[in-house]
């Protein structure tokens, strides 16, 4: 009960409003970006989207793997049978257009491809298909302390999408009903955040992020099999960590793998790389962010900040 009063005495900070939202070819003033209550997205989930960071760098705004995501934005359209009236660069160039109009050095970016307003009941081919992207100021996503302390997080009791059920290899509106269901468990219950088990019992994912651990040196993260999306910061992850020479292994993670691990991280879009420092209140390591979460971070962070060279091409100048 406690927890529960504290959680809920919390006021999270309003959504940093921006000026222009580009909503299927044009910029519309932030307040007039509206749909239709009976859009079939509103009843039926029918959304797939994207969120990446724009960061302000000393050589210029610059988008995070633009195209990538814009490229998985493609992917979860295509499972859900969702034809989108843009191609790619369109959409890429729209998007930094956004940023420029909007004014703004860093932000968050959250393109949407969603089912309109034209027919209500579950088939959705005869509803239209809308494409919009929103860019906003977004600080911290898992607390203002986490990269520095590391977050609280436990194992939820509901599992991750099953396979055949809700493919997770999509970026899916409906998935996150379940990060949902997720997320406040652990909320409610005093944690930050919750990683989800697999039907099969195996480490799948946080509510919004990836899972990562380390264990002798080594770093294993779920494969994309494993009912997880498969994110780009986690891919980012392991190629920076492969260039540090660290070895990272995709392989199963039985729930206690996180228990006895030296480090565990989560990587995601809007969290970038938060180290944990417990699990079901049993402490990572020492309870402190540990060395190798830490070394791929800076690393992370050097890139952007230009004193170490973007070889992967990363960066995507506003
Ligand atoms: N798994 C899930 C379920 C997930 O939502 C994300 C991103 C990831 C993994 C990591 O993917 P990537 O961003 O490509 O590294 N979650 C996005 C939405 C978070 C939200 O609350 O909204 C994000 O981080 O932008």
Redesign the pocket.
């Known amino acids: 009960m406690a927890a529960k009063r504290r959680a809920s005495r919390k006021k999270p900070p309003p959504i940093s409003k921006a000026s222009k939202i580009w909503m299927d070819g044009m910029l519309v003033d932030w307040d007039d970006a509206q749909i239709h209550v009976l859009s079939h997205v509103v009843h039926y989930g029918s959304s797939v989207f994207?969120?990446?960071?724009c960061y302000d760098t000393p050589k210029g705004s610059a988008c995070f793997r633009l195209l990538d995501?814009l490229r998985?934005l493609e992917t979860s359209a295509k499972i859900y049978r969702m034809d989108i009236p843009y191609s790619l660069e369109e959409l890429a160039e729209a998007t930094k257009e956004l940023i420029r109009v909007n004014g703004l050095k860093s932000c968050?970016v959250?393109p949407l491809v969603f089912r309109g307003y034209g027919q209500m009941g579950v088939n959705p081919l005869n509803c239209p298909v809308h494409v919009a992207i929103a860019v906003w100021e977004w600080g911290a996503?898992l607390g203002a302390d986490a990269m520095r302390k590391g977050v609280d997080v436990c194992v939820t009791s509901w599992r991750r999408l099953a396979p055949n059920t809700m493919p997770?290899l999509a970026?899916a509106g409906a998935?996150?009903m379940n990060?949902q269901l997720m997320k406040m468990e652990a909320i409610l219950g005093g944690f930050v955040e919750a990683i989800a088990l697999d039907v099969d019992g195996y480490v799948a994912?946080?509510?919004?992020?990836?899972v990562f651990i380390v264990k002798d040196g080594g770093i294993v993260t779920p494969p994309s099999g494993a009912s997880?999306?498969?994110?780009?910061?986690?891919?980012?992850v392991i190629q920076l960590a492969r260039k540090l020479g660290l070895e990272v292994r995709k392989q199963m993670i039985p729930r206690e793998g996180l228990y006895i691990a030296d480090e565990v991280f989560l990587?995601?879009?809007?969290?970038e790389i938060t180290p944990v420092r417990s699990v079901d209140r049993i402490p990572v390591g020492n309870g402190r962010p540990g060395p190798v979460s830490r070394k791929i971070r800076k690393a992370f962070l050097a890139i952007l900040a230009g004193t170490r060279k973007d070889t992967f091409g990363w960066l995507d100048f506003v």
């Open positions: 994207e969120g990446l960071r995501h998985r968050y959250r996503y997770s970026k998935n996150y990060s994912e946080g509510s919004g992020e990836n997880i999306l498969p994110g780009i910061t986690r891919h980012s990587t995601g879009s809007a969290a």
